[in-house]
Antibody, heavy 125, light 108 residues
Framework: QVQLVESGGGVVQPGRSLRLSCAAS????????MHWVRQAPGKGLEWVTV????????SYIDSVRGRFTISRDDSKDTLYLQMDSLRAEDTAVYYC??????????????????WGQGTLVTVSS | DIQMTQSPSSLSASVGDRVTITCRAS??????LNWYQQKPGTAPKLLIS???SLQSGVPSRFSGSGSGTDFTLTISSLQPEDFATYYC??????????FGGGTKVEIK
């Protein structure tokens, strides 16, 4: 069965760095685009970043662009999120998410079909 | 960026009620709209993709409709396990995805 297991969260001071990892299993990791989605305490879901299945395309939400870097190691079936220059507003549970897809009518549709359990990042002095 | 606006932000309903949640996109997204359910302390779960395609294992009391900018999630007869927060998400812009603000469904 598909499993996504995040690690690396914790408490960090503003301006410092943290690297999250997501170990994938139960599917061909190298065939899927992968995302990070975060959720601040008591708030809604916020998409953060994506890396394409082959690593050639990456995209970020404006608030983290230039500070966060998504990467993948297909030899280890692992997704990463390097977070630098952390701010208090980055405090959230970070979810690793697989991008699934389906064919309906004449189109290909994308969705988040598997989520990890999340890892909490707290940025505080 | 495509903005997604959900309404209401919360609602109170009783078991057996019919519940409707709406989601509006700031521009046409065809049918590139997904719905998720999230219970406290757990990761979201995909309910519906492509506006109306029910995921395997999701009860048939859930349904989705709409295209373009206006979408609806309907629960035909609310069950105790349906009390949760629901989110819409557009996948039209695959490199800049956005969620709605969420609708919390509470027990009346």
């Amino acid at each position: 069965q598909v499993q996504l297991v995040e690690s690396g969260g914790g408490v960090v001071q503003p301006g410092r760095s943290l690297r999250l990892s997501c170990a994938a299993s139960g599917f061909t990791f190298s065939s899927y685009a992968m995302h990070w989605v975060r959720q601040a305490p008591g708030k809604g879901l916020e998409w953060v970043t994506v890396v394409s299945y082959d690593g050639s395309k990456k995209s970020y939400i404006d608030s983290v662009r230039g500070r966060f870097t998504i990467s993948r190691d297909d030899s280890k079936d692992t997704l990463y999120l390097q977070m630098d220059s952390l701010r208090a507003e980055d405090t959230a549970v970070y979810y690793c998410v697989r991008e699934g897809y389906g064919y309906y009518g004449s189109g290909t549709y994308f969705y988040f079909d598997y989520w990890g359990q999340g890892t909490l990042v707290t940025v505080s002095s | 960026d495509i903005q997604m606006t959900q309404s209401p932000s919360s609602l109170s309903a009783s078991v057996g009620d019919r519940v409707t949640i709406t989601c509006r996109a700031s521009q046409s997204i065809n049918r590139y709209l997904n719905w998720y359910q999230q219970k406290p302390g757990t990761a979201p779960k995909l309910l519906i993709s492509a506006a109306s395609s029910l995921q395997s294992g999701v009860p048939s009391r859930f349904s989705g409709s709409g295209s373009g900018t206006d979408f609806t999630l309907t629960i035909s007869s609310l069950q105790p396990e349906d009390f949760a927060t629901y989110y819409c998400q557009q996948s039209y812009s695959t490199l800049l995805l956005t969620f709605g603000g969420g609708t919390k469904v509470e027990i009346k």
